[in-house]
């Protein structure tokens, strides 16, 4: 009986001193995981924060995506107001990505080239509210602004799809690609058909 003490205390004491000794499991990502996994094992805690930050910014992603559908109807008042978060998420992401360095690689590429296609998708929003008032004069202005945000978005994303050698990281990098020369093309288009001198 006199042991049992003892063994209770060795017991609880190595209880409470486990988790000093246990490792840290890398956090899991759950929108950019696949291409974190081009990056190595061995990635710095600057470049885990800086990969947290932009999956964060991935997953938040999906609310604006959602509200652009036009069976939500969601007015432009309301969609351009609610693009403010994920434009300054995208750029906090970039500077930690700006941080972490070289280690992030690719992933900070797709960080940068997806921070410029957010900010032109908001620059488009913005473009939209005054045509829709029917102000030709800060409608043209506006979408001059969309259309050099998407002339960096395209810069950005140069190059990006051969960067990653996944399949899995190229479809998510090539469909990015994709969503920034679309966008060009659709404010280029509306542009176009506001008549700016």
């Known amino acids: 009986m006199r042991n049992l003490p003892l063994f209770v205390v060795c017991t609880l004491a190595l209880g409470l001193a486990s988790p000093v000794f246990a490792e840290k499991a890398p956090p899991k990502l759950k929108m950019i995981g696949v291409m974190q996994a081009e990056l190595g094992e061995e990635l710095s805690a600057e470049t885990w924060k800086a990969l947290k930050a932009a999956d964060r910014c991935a997953n938040s992603d999906k609310t604006w995506l959602n509200a652009m559908r036009s069976e939500q109807q969601t007015g432009l008042d309301s969609l351009y107001e609610m693009m403010a978060a994920p434009v300054t998420c995208w750029q906090n992401a970039e500077k930690k990505a700006g941080k972490a360095g070289e280690q992030m690689g690719a992933v900070g590429v797709y960080v940068t080239a ?84």
């Open 114 to 197: 997806q921070k410029h296609y957010v900010q032109t998708m908001r620059a488009y929003v913005w473009a939209l509210q005054a045509k829709a008032l029917g102000d030709q004069l800060s409608g043209c202005k506006r979408f001059r602004l969309a259309i050099k945000e998407s002339a960096d978005s395209v810069s950005a994303s140069e190059g990006l799809l051969d960067l990653f050698s996944s399949v899995e990281s190229k479809t998510i990098a090539g469909q990015l690609t994709q969503n920034i020369l679309g966008m060009g093309t659709t404010i280029t288009d509306t542009y176009a058909s506001v008549k700016c001198d």
